[in-house]
Each structure stands twice: as C-alpha cells, then as structure tokens.
C-alpha cells in the first residue's frame, strides 16, 4: 500500500514538473540569458518608464474595476438572499453561465453599444439634436473598467451567497428575538461572520480583474497598458524575451502574494463556517429571509436590472451577426444570413480547432485532476499543502505568463513543441487543472467513507470500489469539471495568443483579428456559432450518464448470460 502510494506521489510530481516547475525554470533561467548584452534585465525594467506606467495603470484599472463589481454583485447576492422571490435561483443559475462567455465577446459587444456610432450615442445624439458622440469613453480606461466590472460581477454574487449559506441563522433569530432591528443584526452579526469570505471573493475577482487580457486587447491595448499587455507586447511583439521574463517575474511575485492571502482568508472563513455548523450545512428558515414587499419588490428590479446587463451583451452579438447594417442607427436597419455565408474554410477551421481543443482540454484536466484530489486526501502535513498549493497556483497566474512560461520551456530541443498544436493543448491544461482539481476535492470531502467500506467489507476489490462505488457518486462532478474546463477552453485567449504555432488558430483568435481589421459582422458570426457549439456541448454533457448506460447494459449482458446458462443446463 505505501509502495503504491509513493509511486503515485512520484507520477503527480513529475507531471507537476513538466506542466509548471520547469515552465517556471524555464523562465527564471531566460531572465539572465542576455545578461552581458543587456547589463541587467531587472536594471532595465526598473528604470523603464513604460514598464511602470504600465503597473499603474493595470492597479488603478484593477481596482477600481473590483470596486464596482464588488458593490454591484454583493449588493445584488444579499438581495437574492434576504428578499427571495419565485425565480431567483433560475436567475443565479443563468449568472453562473457567464463563465461560458469569453470576456473578450463583452468588450466587443459595448462596441455596438457605447461606440461612436454605437445604439446608445445614436439614441442620445438623435434625443440631444448634436452631432458628436455623447459616450466617448469606450476606448480609455473608463471603458475597459465599465466591460470588467460587466463581466465579473457574476463572479462575486456565487462566492457571497456561499458565505451567507454557510452562516449560523439561530444567531440571527436570537438577536431579533432579543429586539434588534435587522440592519443592527446585519451590523453586528451578520456582517463580521461573512467578511472573511466575502474579502476572499473581493481578492479573487481582484486577481481575475488583474490578470484580463481579452477585453484589453479588444478595447485599446496601447491607450490603457496593464502588466499583462506589456508582456505580451515585449515578447511577442518587441521579441524580447528576457524582458518579458523580468516582466512576467514580477507580476507573479504580486499575484503569488495576493493568492496566500486569498487562501488565508478562505481557510479563515471556512473555520469560522464550520465551527457554527460543525460541518453541517444549515438553511436558513423563510421568516428571516423575508424582507417585505417593498424589500422584495426593491430585490427584483435590483436582479432583473443585473439580468438586462448580463444578456444585452450577448443579444447585441446575435443581432449584429444577422444584421445587414447596424452603423448609426439604434437597431439593426435590416437582417440578413449573409455573414455566416461570407466564412471562409479557415474559419470553421478554428471551430474544429477549438472543438478539439476543448475535448481534450476537459478530458485530461478531468482525469489528472480527479487522480491529484485522491492522491492530496491521502497525503498529511506540509507534503498535502504543497502539492494543494502547486495545484491551484495557476489559478492566480495570468494567462500571458503561463503561455510565456510554456513558450520558454518547450520551443526548442530536446523538447520542441512550437510548431506543434500539444503546445497550446498543454497551456490550456495548465489553465484548467487547478478548477477540475478544486471541484474534485471539495467532492472527496463531502463523499461517504461508509458506502465504500461497506463494499470492501463485503469484499469488493479496490479496483471495484473505485469502479462501482466511488466513481458513481463522483459523476456529477466529474460533468461539473468537464463542463467548466469546455468552456474555459473554448474561450481562452491570453496563454493561446502566446503560443499557438503557424497554421493553427482557434476560434477566439480569429474573433480578435476580425475585430481589430474592424470586420464586426463577420465577427459576430463566428462569435454567434462558437456559443452556440459550447452551448451544444455543455447541454450533451449535462445529459451525458456513462455510468448509468454502462450499468444498464451490463445488467442486460448479465441476463442475457443468465438466461444462456439456463437454456445450456435443460438441455
């Protein structure tokens, strides 16, 4: 048993070398390739004016963007949970969609929008009898933080309504039973038992927000520069790559710092949550979440007003793919199939490409990340947290930084993958393991130990525990995490941009050279087909039951063997 577990271990490590230790030598090493030449990569790149103006801008842009998505989306999760109404859990289900989107499709829809000759400047110049644009801040940071705050408020309603679902609502019942106003309650109890968590989630979206580069490179990369943009321009356009490594070194020193403080407060916020619960979830009861018929009417226009900017974008997307024209008018002058007819054999290309590419994304993310959560929950002391940390560090790294570390490790012998496709495979995969390995160890933690000890007290083998009994109970995860690494698959930009070889696009690549030769139209139909491909897929994944079809067919060979047996013996 131990042989066998230091042989896993082993395996995990090595894989754990190839994916991200040596990508991260890789880059350490190629920081002071070009020292003589260059005198001192860290000595440039502090005395380098455009390097710092790039990190103020990325920290105000930042910042200010997780403000605006912090209030808007905590506003709106203490809304839903505290004035509930009928339909509000379908409406959170349809705002954890958003992962689905690619960021990139949100900047370019507020340019249909907000754009000079956008609907919105149209309907505003027509109602104020003027010719200029009214809204001419799309391409400036005030845009790029207006499309970040957009995109990212889902991902702060999810994380705060984890936290309020977590609290202890006899607190709550004895302080009103006590005569406490509810905003004291809130004040007082509620506010100080989710602020850990809700700051956890703020941090996240903080380190997201920092790490964008889709919506930055639709929106004006040279106008608003961030650390992200920088390195890519130093690396792939300047072709100076111990620059981007000097670069890329520091944003990770940043975001590595920021992620363990991100983790100390989930670990502080998950304590807390489990010593009022003692591990066991509790639902709050409907009288304290009930906020009146003013409190639920204010709730309901607050979602259904959050509901309207969540899917404008995507309605400004399909509308503009069929489109005959939509260039200062308010709605599109007529419609007409003719951009999706105008693709080229290089644009389905990119959608076989993503398909592909998604498939196999999942598919090993789902497999090495199930394996890493069984071998970490064997594991104790520092070795588990090590091996934990590693696993959900490249959660926080940039998306330009994993594909500039991928680049440097393996674009020359004797591991050359640079004119390959495995080279953007492998990129995408370090991308998605840390969400699949995330999923699947939160889903070990909440498994019975007792359904797969009774079975090998009954004597199932260790194999059949796995196979009969532990794997059954893991499916829906194991969809949740193929589902989730699709989508992020299918709209990933930033590592893609940085490695994809010659000859190989995906379809989001070629999305962003439409956008930027400005052929909008033929855009949006490749968008429109894209999402309607990831949502194709994600609708056969959530029906997919492998297991259930193989144990039903198993159970009709085993009659049929039966019945066989049965007929052989009579006679």
């Known amino acids: 048993m131990f042989k066998r577990s230091a042989i896993s271990v082993l395996v995990l490590f090595v894989l754990l070398f190839a994916m991200m230790l040596f990508p991260f030598g890789s880059l350490f090493s190629q920081m002071f390739s070009q020292a003589d030449a260059h005198h001192s990569g860290f000595t440039e790149i502090v005395q380098s004016s455009s390097w710092w103006h790039a990190v103020g801008s990325s920290l105000r842009i930042s910042l200010t963007s997780t403000f605006f998505a912090a209030v808007i989306g905590i506003g709106i999760a203490f809304a839903l949970y505290y004035a509930p109404f009928k339909g509000s859990a379908l409406l959170v289900r349809f705002m954890e969609l958003m992962v689905a989107v690619p960021s990139f499709l949100i900047a370019f829809a507020l340019i249909y929008l907000y754009g000079a000759h956008g609907s919105l400047n149209v309907f505003l110049n027509r109602l104020m009898h003027t010719d200029q644009p009214v809204l001419d801040f799309l391409y400036s940071p005030k845009g790029i933080i207006a499309a970040?705050?957009?995109y990212y408020i889902p991902f702060m309603i999810r994380p705060t309504l984890a936290v309020l679902e977590m609290l202890d609502p006899s607190l709550d019942q004895a302080a009103l039973s006590l005569g406490a106003r509810p905003a004291r309650v809130f004040r007082k109890i509620v506010a100080p038992l989710a602020l850990p968590g809700i700051s956890a989630g703020i941090i996240l979206a903080f380190l997201m927000i920092q790490n964008e580069f889709g919506i930055l490179l639709v929106l004006g990369s040279?106008?608003?520069?961030?650390?992200?943009?920088?390195?890519?321009?130093?690396a792939m356009i300047n072709l100076d790559?111990?620059?981007?490594a000097v670069q890329a070194m520091f944003m990770l020193l940043v975001v590595t710092a920021l992620y363990a403080l991100y983790r100390a407060l989930m670990q502080r916020s998950?304590?807390?949550?489990s010593l009022q619960m003692n591990g066991k979830g509790i639902a709050r009861s409907p009288s304290v979440n009930s906020a009146g018929p003013m409190g639920r009417a204010i709730a309901i226009l607050v979602t259904l007003a959050a509901l309207v900017i969540f899917v404008l974008p995507i309605v400004v997307i399909v509308l503009s793919a069929v489109s005959q024209k939509w260039t200062n008018t308010i709605l599109p002058s007529g419609y007409t199939w003719k951009w999706f007819s105008a693709l080229g054999r290089d644009d389905y290309a990119s959608l076989?490409?993503?398909?592909?590419?998604?498939?196999?994304v999942s598919l090993l993310a789902c497999i090495i990340g199930t394996a890493?959560?069984?071998?970490?929950?064997?594991?104790?002391?520092?070795?588990?947290s090590l091996i934990d940390f590693l696993l959900l560090l490249p959660n926080a790294v940039p998306s330009v930084v994993i594909g500039l570390m991928i680049l440097m490790a393996y674009h020359k012998p004797p591991v050359d993958l640079s004119g390959s496709s495995f080279i953007v495979l492998l990129a995408q995969l370090l991308l998605a393991l840390p969400f699949c390995y995330r999923i699947m160890n939160a889903a070990l933690d909440k498994l019975p130990a007792s359904f797969a000890e009774a079975a090998a007290g009954l004597g199932a083998s260790p194999l059949r525990r796995l196979t009969r009994v532990t794997l059954p109970l893991l499916f829906p995860s194991l969809r949740a995490c193929f589902a989730l690494c699709f989508a992020l698959s299918i709209g990933e930009l930033g590592a893609t941009m940085m490695v994809y070889p010659p000859g190989f696009a995906t379809a989001p690549i070629v999305i962003v050279h439409y956008v930027e030769r400005g052929y909008y139209y033929q855009g949006s139909?490749?968008?429109?087909?894209?999402?309607?491909?990831?949502?194709v897929c994600l609708c056969i994944v959530a029906v997919f039951r492998p297991l259930a079809w193989a144990s039903r067919l198993y159970r009709l060979l085993s009659v049929a063997n039966t019945r066989k047996g049965e007929i052989?013996?009579?006679?």
């Open 148 to 150: 970040e705050a957009t």
């Open 222 to 234: 040279q106008k608003s520069p961030t650390m992200p943009i920088s390195i890519y321009n130093t």
């Open 241 to 244: 790559l111990p620059g981007a």
């Open 270 to 273: 998950l304590k807390t949550a």
């Open 352 to 360: 076989r490409s993503s398909l592909w590419m998604g498939l196999s």
């Open 372 to 384: 890493a959560a069984f071998i970490q929950k064997r594991l104790r002391g520092a070795l588990a």
């Open 525 to 535: 139909a490749l968008a429109v087909l894209m999402l309607l491909m990831t949502l």
């Open 568 to 571: 052989t013996y009579e006679n």
